[in-house]
């Protein structure tokens, strides 16, 4: 069992940054935590994910070059800094956690059975 509880959300103009944190617990240790986003009337969309093991990194193509995924072992945490945003990053923005164990890095939300509540993330002027 995984538990997920994101904040950081909020809004921001765009070109500014923005950074998200997901606490999570339980058993964290060998699983994969990513983040998914959702657009009103729009699926919900790959963002990054994260290898809690070995620190390793998958980005989806609306994060390339933009956005950075990290974990914290430490704090438990994992943090998506968000640059150069772009009012069309506008959405919620969801913590998501692979069955513990799962290794491969999935970038479908089929692949990832707990989820945090979300958080708004708001690009405008």
């Known amino acids: 069992q995984v538990q997920l509880v994101e904040s950081g959300g909020g809004l921001v103009q765009p070109g500014g940054s923005l950074r998200l944190s997901c606490a999570a617990s339980?058993?964290?240790?060998?699983?994969?935590v990513g983040w998914f986003r959702q657009a009103p009337g729009k699926g919900r969309e790959f963002v990054a994910a994260?290898?809690?093991?070995?620190?390793?990194?998958w980005y989806g193509d609306v994060a390339k070059g933009r956005f950075t995924i990290a974990r914290d072992n430490a704090k438990g945490t994992v943090a998506l800094q968000m640059n150069s945003l772009k009012p069309e990053d506008t959405a919620v923005y969801y913590c998501?956690?692979?069955?513990?164990?799962?290794?491969?890095?999935?970038?479908?939300?089929?692949?990832?059975?707990?989820w945090g509540q979300g958080t708004q993330v708001t690009v405008s002027s």
């Open positions: 994260i290898r809690w093991s070995s620190d390793s990194a």
């Open positions: 998501a956690s692979q069955t513990p164990g799962r290794d491969i890095i999935g970038t479908m939300s089929s692949e990832y059975n707990y």
């Open positions: 339980g058993r964290t240790f060998d699983s994969v």
